[in-house]
């Protein structure tokens, strides 16, 4: 797994090892940042369920302002903060030991590109994405990443399906907001 471009391009990531693992692969990576390229820059991004960071770190190597890391896995924690400091963008970022719904109820921030890679069919997405939509600006975009037979929620507050695109066994889905659009 490695940064696909940026300032940190080509910087080799580290992985959690195991079964359960399944880091979002160089193909579906770069087809979720072709989606959002326009927007990235500058933005405030959050990686949530964030596992090796690679998502965020992404963001940050193409110019994100600052990404915050959510994953409530030791590991994961460790994982991504060596990562971090492999590709210089640790100043740009912060790692919080959490779960997904502890962090959405205590964030203070307005968040423009949220980006979710939660374990597979536990149906954690229709679980947060009510929080997220609120801490997310009216021009935002939510990005998830799951298993393509996986049903999500239609809207979410002012939120809805703006499109989905399918990779072989994965599927990406954009919410965006139905009044801020951008255009």
Excluded: W
């Amino acid at each position: 797994m490695r940064v696909i471009t940026g300032i940190a391009r080509g910087r080799k990531l580290q992985t959690l090892e195991g079964r359960d693992i399944r880091p979002t692969t160089d193909r579906v990576k770069e087809a979720m940042f072709s989606i959002i390229q326009f927007e990235v820059q500058g933005a405030f991004v959050l990686d949530l369920f964030a596992g090796s960071g690679s998502l965020g770190i992404e963001a940050l190597s193409r110019g994100a302002r600052h990404c915050v890391f959510v994953d409530n896995s030791r590991e994961s924690q460790a994982v991504i903060k060596q990562n971090l400091q492999t590709t210089g963008l640790l100043q740009n970022a912060r790692v919080m030991a959490t779960d997904a719904a502890a962090y959405l109820q205590s964030c203070k921030e307005t968040i423009d590109i949220a980006l979710l890679d939660p374990p597979y069919h536990q149906g954690l997405v229709a679980q947060v994405l009510p929080k997220l939509c609120e801490k997310m600006r009216d021009t935002g975009v939510i990005v998830c990443e799951t298993q393509i037979d996986e049903t999500l929620p239609q809207q979410a507050g002012n939120f809805q399906i703006f499109r989905e695109y399918r990779y072989g066994k994965i599927k990406l889905t954009i919410y965006r907001n139905n009044e801020g659009e951008p255009t």
